[in-house]
Every structure is written in C-alpha cells, then in structure tokens.
C-alpha cells in the first residue's frame, strides 16, 4: 500500500515550452501533497505544498508564476513549469502523506534544451 | 524552524564494516526523524522513522538509529556494510503541515562501500 506514481518519469523539452508532470497517490486519498526539487548531488528542496481543492503554499524564492501546482482531486496533484527554461532542468520529486508518513513518487528528470 | 544537520557529505566503509551516519536536529516541538536511501535516478526510500516509544529503532536491510534528545541526534547505523548499501542518505525531520507531515532533508551523505 501507499503507492505515489509520477509521470512522466523524464521528460527533454525545448526552451521555452511547458512540461505538466503527473503525481497521483494509487491506494489512498492526498489531502495534502508536498514537490520537491533536487538538483545533482544535492538535498531535496521543498517547493510548494499542494492542498486538495484550495490554492498552493509555495516556499520562499519559488515562482508561483512559472510553476503552476493544481491539486483537483484527492489523488491527482500536476505540477506544471511554464515557459522552461535551461536551469529549470532538474529532477523533480512529489509526495503524498498523512500526518504520520509521506510517501514519495520515484521522481521526474527534467532536461530543457 | 526545524533543521536537520548530516556530518560528513561522503562516508567510505569497507564491505562488512559498521556503517555510522551521524544526524543531528533542530525542532520546537517533539520530532518526528525519517531516514531515508536514494539510489540514481529514483525516489527515496523509507529505511526507519522515529515518532514516539522506543528510542532504538529498526529499520529495513539491517540498519537501525537511536534517538537520543539529550544530543538531539538520531545517527544511522548498520553493523555489516554490503556493497548494496552504496547509496546517498538523507535524514529527516518533520512537522505537521495541514493534513500532512512536511519534511526538512538534511543536506545528505554519499555511502560508499569499499570491497
């Protein structure tokens, strides 16, 4: 049980275009979603909180703009980067839990060219 | 604000020797600790948590870690390193965010196993 998918898992886009990346929790309901950013060799960096049916809490220095979060369902959060850029290449990481555990899809790598 | 500190970005054992990753917090509140393994390319995988009872915790592939709050620590360990074991490590602590728990990752540790 506790099952978080992304899709796609890469994903080589051309500068300027938008990439929508998929995260979907399988066994059971996300109010509360969590994506994370971790460039090479690095720690993972929060994002932005993605809650169920209201807007998302993004985290000091991240542009709500170019990263567009929508959580419509208590199974589906899309994390959406707009208008991508070179060094928006990066592998991006979601996360589904309760207030005991998360849970964490195996990722996305985002090359822009 | 809650912070997790990991000394030691890379740690190098030789296959079959005690593997010590050291981990200390920061948290206002009682903490809820998360070891977690990445290997390339992919997610993070849970190895233990810690949340409330016994301080010795026993996690998944033979590691285990001990809260102890009076060094605000909570080290990873595992008595016998297996090539396997080569990965990055991140330690973690969390908070109640909303309905969930968020997380802060300490910077990680490189595992590497020596044969």
């Known amino acids: 049980g506790a099952v978080v998918s992304q899709h796609p898992s890469w994903v080589i886009c051309k500068s300027g275009t938008s990439v929508k990346i998929e995260c979907r929790s399988l066994d059971f309901q996300a109010t509360t979603m969590f994506w994370y950013r971790q460039f090479p060799k690095q720690s993972l960096m929060l994002m932005a909180t993605?809650?169920?049916?209201?807007?998302?809490?993004?985290e000091q220095g991240v542009e709500k703009d170019k990263f567009l979060i929508n959580h419509a369902s208590l199974t589906l959060s899309t994390l959406t980067v707009t208008s991508a850029h070179p060094e928006d290449s990066s592998f991006y990481i979601c996360s589904a839990g309760t207030i005991y555990e998360q849970y964490f899809g195996p990722g996305t790598r985002l090359t822009v060219t | 604000a809650q912070s997790v500190t990991q000394l030691g970005s890379h740690v190098s054992v030789s296959e079959g020797a005690l593997v010590l990753l050291r981990c200390n917090y920061s948290s206002s509140v009682p903490p809820y600790l998360f070891w977690y393994v990445q290997y390339p390319n992919q997610g993070l995988q849970l190895l233990l948590k810690y949340t409330t009872g016994a301080t010795l915790v026993k996690g998944i592939n033979g590691f285990e870690a001990e809260f102890k709050k009076s060094e605000t620590s909570f080290h990873l360990t595992k008595p016998s390193a297996h090539m396997s074991d080569a990965a990055e490590y991140f330690c973690?602590?969390?908070?109640?965010?909303?309905?969930?728990?968020?997380?802060?990752f300490g910077s990680g540790t490189q595992l590497t196993v020596l044969p």
């Open positions: 993605s809650n169920e049916g209201s807007k998302a809490t993004y």
């Open positions: 973690a602590v969390s908070e109640i965010s909303g309905s969930a728990r968020q997380l802060t």
